[in-house]
């Protein structure tokens, strides 16, 4: 495989101590960081940045040396932010072994078993000061296995993801986020419960999905009630009253069928004789065709 070598270097003369926030200024030492990025035409894609460390120049702070922070990659990683997203998205369609083959000819190399520690590594931090969530069932596995989401509603990330959907999983976590003022829930009557039991001055909002939905089931029943059950239409124009069927015997198009030529006669062998086509033994005295010929009688008359 053809590989692609960018080598880049940071602008960026200081960087704050993630320690102490102390900006430092003074170089301790550069390092090359290799970071495997999104491919460019197929092909492996790498970078070689040129990293600095600092001295940290607080004498209180126990960090002496830190490194600087790449914006496109975390710490210790060896690929970039838009590489792992990209990997995760591919790879939620896929199997882990799939996603690798089909990453592969993106020009992506990544195990499947780093794909799979990629998906292990997704935590969701909780934050008990949050005030404004989201509440939503999700299915894990379609119809089967049910789980209540529960996201910030400033940005819509996911906070929490609890078992069930029965509302009592969220009332134990609602225990312990007393600050929420404002839900947006589905329309389940369990998540309604929870939140009035345990926060009762909570507002609760249903989502814009939602109130679509409530809005059209309303709207059906509306128009159930007032519009008949049957509406008859002809040219453009909508009629009082059901028109009469006016019954047609279908005919046989006589002049079509003057066109056709055929014989009623069977088939022959070259040789002369009748070609035998109908090789179904008819056995008209076996036990089948005596009930069949019963149930043909039964149904006729
Ligand atoms: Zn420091």
Known sequence: MET????????????????CGTESRKLHATYERILQDTPIRCKQTFLHVNVYKYDCLNPECDCIVFMEELPFAKASQ???????????????????????KVLGLLGIRISNDTIQRLYDRIGFVDNPDVEEVGIDDVAIRKG????????DLKDHHLIAL????EGEALRNWLEHHKKIRLV????????????????????????RFHLLQNLL?????????ELPAKIFIRDGKVLDQEP???????????AF??????????????????????????????EQYRTQAKSRKKNSS
């Open 257 to 286: 069928l003057a066109t056709l030529h055929y014989g009623n006669t069977p088939p022959r062998n070259p040789d002369g004789t009748e070609m035998a086509y109908d090789n179904k033994k008819h056995d008209f005295s076996s």
């Open 144 to 151: 089967q296995t049910y789980a209540t989401a529960i996201y």
């Open 184 to 207: 947006a829930r589905d329309r389940a009557s369990a998540y309604a419960a929870a939140i009035s039991a345990v926060l009762p001055d909570c507002v609760q909002v249903a989502d």
């Open 4 to 19: 692609l070598h960018i080598f880049i270097k940071s602008k960026r003369i200081g960087c704050r101590c993630p320690k």
């Open 162 to 165: 609890l078992e069930g959907r």
């Open 217 to 225: 089931e309303h709207l059906k029943d509306i128009f159930k009630e």
């Open 78 to 100: 060896v690929r970039t932010d838009a590489l792992n997203t990209l990997v995760l998205g591919v790879s939620m369609y896929l199997s882990n072994e799939g996603a690798s």
């Open 244 to 254: 009469q069927k006016i019954p047609q015997e279908k005919k046989p198009d006589d």
